[in-house]
Every structure is written in structure tokens, then in C-alpha cells.
């Protein structure tokens, strides 16, 4: 008859203080970069953001068949459509800036997207730059469209 030894299941300490000195290693590394991952997703979330309420605009301009904007403003971060101004959440290191018509540029730092009842707008672009990072939100003049360009 043959009898089959069983070992006994388990790590060894060796096995223990790898995983360990693994686990602390990534503990020391991945803290430090957590800021510059959120205040990225924090631009790309302002990105949609601002996408989403122009393609809103739009089709408050379409609804009600009267030309409707989007105002900016690139210094405090604020955009304002009717009477309601939203602050867009971004670092102090966030740069955001405006192209649009110059018949929309109220000041150095403020401009605002204009759309028609046809849905048709004045265009622009908004940009958005974090360190290496750069969103931009494309407004088409012709059809209105509104993308988000890598």
C-alpha cells in the first residue's frame, strides 16, 4: 500500500515579507502622482462639462426659436448660460481660453458662443490645458456641432 504525504498548505515568511515590501513600495509611489491624476480628470470632466451645456444652449436655441449664449469667462473659470452661472471645478494650474467671434469677445478674458434658432452658431473653441494635457471643445459655426478634440 502507498501512502501519500500531505503538505500542508500556507506562505512562507520569505514568501510574506516579498509581497510586504511590494505592497509598501507601492504605497511610497502612487500617493505623489494622485494629485496630477485628479486634477486631470478634473479638466476632462470641466471639458465635458462645458460640451454638454453648449449642446444644451443649442437646443434651447432650437426649442425656442430664439438665439441663445453661452457666456465665458476664461479668468475666474465661470460660464453662465440665461441668469445661471456655474464655476468650473480646475487647478490654479489649469490654463482655459477662448477663440470665438470677434463680434462675442466682451473683454480680455470673457467672449461668449452665440446659437441660432436653425441651430447654426458663431463657433468657437474653448481650451482647456493641464501640464501635457489639452482638451478642446470645437463649436462648429456652420451646423452648431459641438465636439471634444483630444
Known amino acids: 500500500m502507498i501512502f501519500l504525504k500531505h503538505k500542508q498548505g500556507g506562505f512562507t515568511l520569505l514568501e510574506t515579507l516579498v509581497v510586504m ?3 509598501a513600495l507601492m504605497f511610497a509611489i502612487i500617493p505623489p502622482m494622485l494629485p496630477n491624476v485628479m486634477d486631470n480628470t ?3 470632466s470641466a471639458a465635458r462639462k462645458l460640451a454638454i451645456n453648449l449642446k444644451h444652449v443649442r437646443s434651447i ?17 465661470l460660464f ?11 487647478s490654479d494650474d489649469t490654463k482655459l481660453s477662448l477663440t470665438t467671434a470677434k463680434s462675442e469677445q466682451l473683454s480680455e478674458h470673457e467672449g461668449q458662443i452665440r446659437f441660432f ?3 447654426s452658431s458663431t463657433g468657437g473653441q474653448i481650451k482647456l490645458a493641464y501640464l501635457s494635457n489639452e482638451f478642446l471643445i470645437d463649436v462648429n459655426w456652420l451646423t452648431g456641432k459641438v465636439r471634444i478634440l483630444p
Open 21 to 23: 515590501s511590494i505592497a
Open 42 to 44: 478634473y479638466a476632462k
Open 61 to 77: 436655441a432650437i426649442a425656442t426659436q430664439q438665439e441663445t449664449t453661452l457666456s465665458l469667462d476664461t479668468e475666474n473659470k
Open 80 to 90: 453662465q448660460i440665461n441668469d445661471k452661472t456655474e464655476k468650473l471645478k480646475l
Open 117 to 119: 434658432p436653425d441651430g
